[in-house]
């Protein structure tokens, strides 16, 4: 577990958390009672008020309110019941009704004045994480009240308009009861925060490594325009046509606007017969040669990232003449993000070069192939994950170990993917996972993600398509079941 943690990363964690049935309402019990057990520590009477907005952050108030029932606390709610968000906050703020408790609905901080300063005991539940610049009204005129008033204030995980960057614009408590870790920049300011008190909600540490719908990029823009979500370069083939059809296919699916295949002009022909929506760039001649890197040089300036080894072979007529020009491309690409998958595995020699976080490549090897670039596999998951990451800071990667359990990590995080049956261990499901590990690592609206947050994300994709491919054809599912099954997946079904 982290000594601190970024709010989009506990966002990530609480949303995969509903995958393994740790609900929501759940983490929210938890969190509420948490905070209620800090205040009966410290007052055994006194005036309460619970000041709550209309998020999560405020239903984690209405559980701590129950739990404080027996100091009769006011509940003010900023806003309308019918504007909560979600159905967690809605239940917890319809028990208090059902219980008589003292509520009130407000949108105008004046009604406030009186009330804030007869409280002993403030609990600020109004904003949680991720709020940046000045807050607007109602809640900042209440934030200038509360930072005026004698009361006792405890700060709901994070305190009300929290930014590390204008922290002036904030509540100011005398305790934050944060949850599962500290917040990123809480510990740099003691004069906002007072005493920090992380409180633990039921998540345990593997909990945190299991990747699910949190890992899921966000929802694009609707101003996004063509190329702004991914151009993705697929470098295959020669000795296979479909590999690399198949992991071009699974891009296109995945979201990626632009995939062009670049591959031997033997199978050119071959792979544009897949499907209309495929851009085949023809090579020089039957395998992946040298005189095909400046070609593939220009094509790599034209894209986001490139996906590169299905279908390649490992020899041809010329000896090693193929992996050595993959690694010559790798070698002169180094500010390119590279997803390297199958024979292109072959051609790397470890360690490889620190490209820094920015273009860290992500391999996918299987069991054998990890074996083959140096790589130790354990049967237990513990172990293994240890193995990955120790693997991967060492050689500067992001792995994505294959197995029934895949393994992902970037040296210093570890995840673990869960989704995926054993009929996918038909031919050319590693072929689609390399395809959609690339559009995820791929420009998202503009921004980038990390090759980890990319990797996670693709094996959980990609296991969760096998998953709803199996119940429609069982062991009989192909690759291109699961590529259809990819835009379902990437829901979160």
């Known amino acids: 577990m982290k000594i601190e943690i970024t709010p989009s990363e506990m966002r990530r964690i609480d949303r995969n958390c509903a995958g393994i049935g740790l609900f929501p309402l759940q983490l929210m019990e938890n969190a509420g009672a948490s905070v209620a057990r800090e205040v009966c520590a410290r007052f055994d009477r006194g005036t309460v008020v619970v000041l709550a907005g209309t998020g999560n952050n405020g239903g984690d108030g209405f559980v701590a309110a129950r739990h404080l029932m027996g ?9 309308r019941a019918r504007d909560i968000a979600t159905d967690e906050a809605r239940q917890n703020w319809q028990i208090l009704k059902n ?3 003292n509520t009130r609905e407000i949108k105008d901080s004046s009604e406030l004045s009186d ?12 904003l949680g994480t991720g709020v940046r610049g000045q807050v607007r009204e109602p809640v900042a005129s209440a934030i200038r009240l509360i930072n005026d ?12 308009g929290f930014d590390p960057d204008h922290p002036s614009y904030s509540v100011h408590a005398d ?18 925060t007072g005493d920090v008190k992380v409180a633990g909600i039921g998540i345990p540490p593997q909990a945190e490594r299991i990747a699910g719908a949190g ?7 609707a101003r996004s325009h063509k190329g702004d979500c991914g151009r993705v370069l697929v ?5 296979f046509t479909g590999a690399p059809a198949l992991a071009a296919l699974a891009a296109l699916r995945t979201g990626a606007d632009w995939v062009t295949v670049a591959t031997p002009r033997s199978v050119a022909s071959g792979i544009a017969e897949f499907s209309p929506n495929l851009i085949v760039h023809a090579l020089s001649g039957k395998y992946l040669a040298h005189n095909d890197i400046p070609a593939i040089n220009a094509l790599i300036k034209r894209h986001d990232v490139v996906v590169i080894g299905m279908g390649l072979g490992r020899e041809n007529k010329s000896g090693n003449e193929t992996a050595e020009t993959v690694s010559k491309i790798i070698t002169a690409n180094p500010d390119t993000r590279f ?3 199958a024979d292109a595995l072959h051609a790397l020699k470890m360690p490889m070069p620190d490209r820094g976080q920015a273009a860290m490549p992500i391999v996918t090897p299987h069991a054998g192939e990890f074996k083959h670039l140096g790589g130790t596999v354990a049967a237990g998951t513990d172990e293994r994950c240890e193995l990955v990451r120790a693997f991967s800071l060492e050689n500067h990667v992001v792995t994505l170990l294959k197995g029934a359990i895949d393994v992902i990590s970037d040296g210093e995080d570890v995840r673990t993917n869960h989704t995926g049956n054993a009929g996918m261990t038909v031919g050319g499901t590693g072929d689609v996972l390399a395809g959609v590990v690339g559009a995820l690592l791929a420009t998202h609206n503009n921004t980038a993600p990390t090759a980890v947050a990319a990797a996670t994300a693709g094996a959980f994709v990609t296991g969760t398509a096998g998953d709803l491919a199996f119940r429609k054809f069982g062991y009989g599912l192909l690759a291109t079941d699961v590529i259809e099954c990819i835009p379902e997946a990437m829901r979160g079904v």
Do not use: N
């Open 215 to 221: 890992d899921l990029p966000p929802v694009r823009s």
């Open 235 to 239: 470098i295959g083939g020669g000795a």
């Open 115 to 126: 009330i804030v300063l007869d409280a002993d005991v403030i609990v600020d539940a109004m």
């Open 71 to 79: 100091y009769d606390p006011e509940i003010i709610l900023f806003g």
């Open 149 to 160: 008033s004698d009361a006792f204030i405890v700060a709901v995980d994070v305190p009300s």
């Open 339 to 341: 997803v390297i998958d």
């Open 99 to 101: 219980l008589g408790a």
């Open 175 to 192: 305790l934050t009861v944060t949850f599962h870790s500290a917040k990123t920049g809480l510990s740099g300011h003691p004069e906002v």
